[in-house]
């Protein structure tokens, strides 16, 4: 009786929501939110006298977040698809507001949020997030002609012209993580192979001069060794990576981190792997890495029901977002590792910010959105 009772329940969410996905997602949220309880609470115990001053405003950015998504979600992933341009240049023209002298608050020589009042908002995180579904609409719209220099060329140029105005920032990071999004969907919607090679080729020549007309950039390839640069540009990585060692297996105990203890300035946002890792050890990281890698299977698992019930488009942003939060994680789990250069990155759900955790919150509603509509399409399919 119990087993018939929870089968009907399962049945009636299905058309809804995928429970699995949804548990999933409810499990990073609340284990991200234990993380920076962990890692931000001494930090905020000697900056604002309070504890949980940055576990309450997280819980006021996701509730704010469900609020705005519980709204975007009676969007459909086909109107979305049909308005992708007016989602895209309402962003990029407030990308484009963060250079305009007077506007944009500049923090640590990067210009990169437009602040009102008590609000900061950080418009290239919402732009991302844009662009990836801009490029998924065009990519359904010219997939049979895709092979077309022509054709090929304008993602090329949209990137080119967005990454201008993001690296007036500056931001580096996120010019990369386009880059690679637009290669890798390029690549997805079977582009030409020697397309593909000179889009790569071009692109690492570009990043190559841009590292070497920046001296800042340039002393951030120099991280194999960054405790020799302790008293410079290499003291955040170095106690990052004294952090992690000292984790072990089994960590030190949640909440028992000494390198959260004014060594790493930040801990709970760029470095907050590095203290999770020292306090859960080993199986900490493991359960992390886990826990991104059943995200990223869910997404291109939902993807490849859309591609076999003809909704291409929705196959496309799945995946790419699938990719876009997974590789924001493991790119952040890297700096943190020392394996890439030093960069400031957010680790999704994780690291506190406003802007990236709505953005990461809105790419769930998103893919559940299409989880929904597929299984509709689906089940019309069935009934034909």
């Known amino acids: 009786m119990k087993k018939n ?27 991200g939110l234990l993380i920076l309880t962990s890692a ?32 975007f979600i009676y969007i459909s992933s086909e109107n979305l698809r049909k308005y992708n341009k007016i989602f895209f240049l309402f962003f990029l023209f407030f990308l484009v507001l963060v250079i305009v002298p007077g506007i944009g608050k500049t923090v640590n020589n990067s210009t990169r949020w437009i602040s009102y009042g008590f609000l900061n908002i950080q418009p290239s995180e919402f732009f991302k997030l844009f662009y990836i579904v801009w490029l998924c609409a065009y990519l359904d719209t010219n997939k049979k002609i895709l092979y077309m220099k022509k054709v090929f060329i304008i993602p090329i140029i949209v990137f080119s012209l967005s990454a201008l105005i993001l690296l007036l920032q500056p931001d580096f990071g996120s010019t990369a993580i386009l880059f690679l999004i637009t290669f890798i969907m390029l690549y997805i919607a079977k582009a030409r192979i020697l397309h593909l090679f000179a889009m790569l080729f071009c692109g690492t020549f570009g990043a190559i001069f841009l590292i070497l007309i920046s001296p800042e950039r340039l ?3 120099d991280f194999f060794e960054p405790c020799s640069r302790y008293l410079a540009d290499g003291y955040h990585l170095c106690w990052s990576l004294m952090a992690i060692g000292s984790g072990g297996l089994f960590g030190k105990g949640l909440g028992a981190s000494s390198t959260k203890l004014s060594y790493l300035s930040h801990p709970h946002t760029d470095f907050i792997f590095a203290i999770l890792a020292e306090e859960l050890g080993i199986f900490g990281v493991v359960f ?35 990719i876009f939060i997974s590789m924001q994680a493991f790119l952040n789990m890297s700096v943190n590792l020392g394996i890439v250069p030093t960069k400031g990155l957010a680790l999704p759900f994780f690291s506190y910010g406003g802007s990236n955790y709505l953005v990461s919150i809105l790419s769930i509603t998103i893919i559940l959105r299409i989880y929904r509509d597929v299984y509709k399409k689906s089940l019309n399919s069935s009934l034909r």
């Open 5 to 31: 009772s929870k089968n009907n329940l399962s049945n009636s969410i299905k058309p809804f929501f995928d429970l699995n996905f949804f548990f999933l997602i409810i499990t990073i949220i609340l284990f």
């Open 40 to 71: 931000s609470i001494d930090f905020a115990s000697k900056n604002y006298d309070y504890p949980f001053y940055f576990t309450f405003r997280q819980i006021g950015h996701l509730a704010f977040s469900i609020f705005i998504c519980y709204f």
């Open 219 to 221: 002393s951030r390839l």
């Open 288 to 322: 992390i890495i886990a826990l991104f890698y059943l995200f990223l299977k869910k997404c291109f698992f939902i993807g490849d029901k859309s591609f076999r019930v003809g909704m291409i488009f929705q196959g496309y942003l799945s995946y790419a977002i699938g």
